[in-house]
């Protein structure tokens, strides 16, 4: 989201200033007592957040646009979306608002078999994700590629529903929930890291839960 979008209190009484960080490496196999991170509540429900604005995206018109640092550079309709291979990948959610939400069953591509698609170029190192509401958010490129990401377009067997980001929404349950691009319209593969929505108004530039990097001083 870019200089079109209005600010509100909460984007206000949020902003910081973004700063580069240093990033993770992968992701450490935890035990199941160490299954909820630090300052994090379950529930059982599953609240919607978003800016407010939730696009209604036809399949008819729907495009999954992919550029940058790749080989293989694609636009794929919605018919050529479900001719990738179809996952299943059952993960957590947590929020930086301090829910999470356990098992959660996703249907679409990973992550894994859309890059062995694009081919990213050896200097690709970072993605920023574009949403149809304008929404942005970044990641490095490994977290990216986690064996748990995926492009999903079902939850728990039903197609997922708008305001959950359907038709299409990436999930990368290892993040907390605000990398994961609801109603993703564009992945750009960057040699560089740049602030996505929330990373310019002051949230971290990686966001791993498990370290609590939920503001940029964090
Ligand atoms: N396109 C888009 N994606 C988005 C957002 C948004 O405003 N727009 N909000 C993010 C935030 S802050 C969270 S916590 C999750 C919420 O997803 P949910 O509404 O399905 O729980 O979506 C993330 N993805
Ligand atoms: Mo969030």
Sequence with gaps: MTDETPETK?????????????????RIARPETDRLPPGQHLVKNWPVLDLGQQPRIQT????????????NPVKL???????????DKLSDIHCVTSWSRYDNRWQGVSTHDLLDLVMPRPEAGFVMLTSYDGYTTNLPLEDFA?????LATAWEGTPLTRDHGGPMR?????LYFWKSAKWLRR????????????????????????????YSGD
């Design 146 to 150: 986690s064996g748990e990401g995926i």
């Design 170 to 174: 990436l999930v990368i349950p290892h």
């Design 77 to 87: 309709d919605w018919d050529a979306f479900h001719r990738l291979p179809q996952t």
């Design 60 to 71: 008819a018109a729907w495009a999954l646009e992919i550029v940058g640092a790749v080989e």
């Design 187 to 214: 992945i750009e593969f960057l040699v560089g890291d740049q602030a996505g929505f929330w990373e310019r108004n002051g949230y971290h530039m990686l966001g791993d839960p498990w370290r609590e990097q939920r």
């Design 10 to 26: 909460l984007t206000v009484s949020k902003r910081r200033w973004a700063e580069q960080g240093k990033f993770l490496t992968g």
